[in-house]
Nanobody, 119 residues
Framework: VQLQASGGGLVQAGGSLRLSCAASGSIFSINHMGWYRQAPGKQRELVADQTSGGSTNYADSVKGRFTISRDNTKNTVYLQMNSLKPEDTAVYYC??????????????WGQGTLVTVSS
């Protein structure tokens, strides 16, 4: 199983970016899909998460600005980021809890995509 993230880049404060992450491989189903971020010198933190049923969870710092969504037919999760702030600068990682055809539940991580917000 692989998670391929894309969509990071450099944007000015107040701007928008959309991240995508596609899961591929031996996937029977996916429970949670979500996004984490890690800023320099800080611990990795949850940004947003969505269950297969559509329930969402957001960090307080991004509520009202970021929106997570999934396309279950494509095993893809998106993160629409609006009103970006310099403090949103971080490497963003997608994560997925995947059930394989072998019956195992495994947590996978993508490679990370850098988001830089300039002031």
């Amino acid at each position: 199983v692989q998670l391929q993230a894309s969509g990071g880049g450099l944007v000015q404060a107040g701007g928008s970016l959309r991240l995508s992450c596609a899961a591929s491989g031996s996937i029977f189903s996916i429970n949670h899909m979500g996004w984490y971020r890690q800023a320099p010198g800080k611990q990795r933190e949850l940004v947003a998460d969505q269950t297969s049923g559509g329930s969402t969870n957001y960090a307080d710092s991004v509520k009202g600005r970021f929106t997570i969504s999934r396309d279950n037919t494509k095993n893809t999760v998106y993160l629409q980021m609006n009103s970006l702030k310099p403090e949103d600068t971080a490497v963003y990682y997608c994560a997925a809890q995947i059930i394989t055809y072998s019956g195992y539940t495994v947590d996978y991580w993508g490679q990370g995509t850098l988001v830089t917000v300039s002031s």
